[in-house]
């Protein structure tokens, strides 16, 4: 039984990054800095509320749906280690993020203290630190030039924020069919 | 469920306005009668309300019923008619609603 819920609770969060991922790549090319950092980036608001929701639950999901688009959509000269590393990024930035800012603000237990700026809060600190580990790697690995790490980071971390801020007020004006959906599909 | 629930309650401040306009022009009909101190009865308010249809007004007033902002209680004179009282959340909501309206 938990199996099950595990492998429904993987396909909902992989599916739904990789729609998102597509949409917002569809959409908001435009705003694109490099291949790699968007002045839009709205499934940062997503990784962010499913790390917020399910935690540690959420890792596997975020990673399967982080290398299926960096196997579908993503850019075709990168390498096999710089997919799985990348991809890893995509799940830990916002679950440790979640995890540091829970030991930070403490959002109580089933998330009853919870509120709106400590929401921001961890969207703050979770666009720095996945800008951050982001940036670092490319650098590193040479997929950007030294000279573009600090204007990269700025706009990996203003995506992240402006992208979290438009998925938020989606969800919120979404949340009867959300959460009937979650209840339909026992996601929770 | 409840993490989504406290999630989404956190989110509130997204929308200025928790209530929608049918409930406020329904609240503010029944508020208008209560200052000038007379009797609200159920079915003046649907005859008011001749441009919502009867179950959107029945639906407003349920919710306001639940949310104990009104209580709909038995004429004492005329059982067939229902009259409208405040209820105990009566003068908490319109101190939110005012709030949220500026």
Redesign the interface.
Known sequence: MKFFFHLRLMIFISLSWIILFSFNKFIFEVFEFTSYASLIFIPAGLQLCFALVYKIKAFLGLLVGALIIGVLIGEPQINISDLIFISLIAPSAPIISIYLSDLMLKYGHLLKDITFVKIIISSIIFASISALFHNVYFVIQGLILQEQLFESIYIFFLGDIIGTLIFLTFIFNFQIPIKKFIAKYNLI | ????????N??????SLNASINEIAVVAFISRKFLCKEDVILSSIYKHFSKLSSSTVFRVLKNLEKNQVIMIKKNTHDERKKNIVAGKNYDQYIADLQSSLT
Not at chain 2, 1 to 8: D, G, S, V, Y
Not at chain 2, 10 to 15: N, R, T, Y
């Open positions: 469920m409840k993490r989504i629930e406290n999630l989404f956190a989110l509130a401040p997204l929308s």
